[in-house]
């Protein structure tokens, strides 16, 4: 029984031996700038810390309308945006207090009605999830060809 305590304790002080010039070798590395991934690529540290990744992100002139009462497409990336129901990042921009200094568009009116027509002091719990209307623009060639066409009020 003692040698068996005995293996595990020099077990046990191995592993934390190894693990701690692991992280010793690697915090070595990122003082150093010379910051890797996994698979031992090297990392640019300027373009993968940023600020704020949101400020300025837009990719593309607003692409035009084509239809009446179509949602306005976002401009930028929204891949990493967190909306949940505590939580929009689009709101960071986007909110009425906000728009100028960030020089975004602001929050429609119609998004602070509820259904009945009632004048809300926020933004409607069915308007809240921007991009269940809202989606980033892509200057993409259609998959499938067709004949659409803008509809005539907007051309």
Known sequence: MK????????????VLFMASSLSVSSMATAADGGLKSLRGA?????????????KGTRDTAPIERNY??????????VDTYNITKNFNKCMDCHAWNRYKETGATKVSLT???????????????????????????ADAKPLVGNKFKAAEGIR
């Open 111 to 137: 998004h602070f009605k509820t259904r009945e027509g009632q004048e809300l002091s926020n933004i409607s719990p069915r308007r809240y999830f921007c991009l269940q209307c809202h989606v980033p623009q």
């Open 3 to 14: 040698k068996i305590t005995s293996r595990l304790f020099s077990t046990a002080l191995m």
């Open 68 to 77: 009446v009462q179509q949602p306005p497409l976002i401009p930028h990336k």
């Open 42 to 54: 090297e990392i640019q540290a300027q373009e993968t810390e940023t600020t704020d990744p949101f």
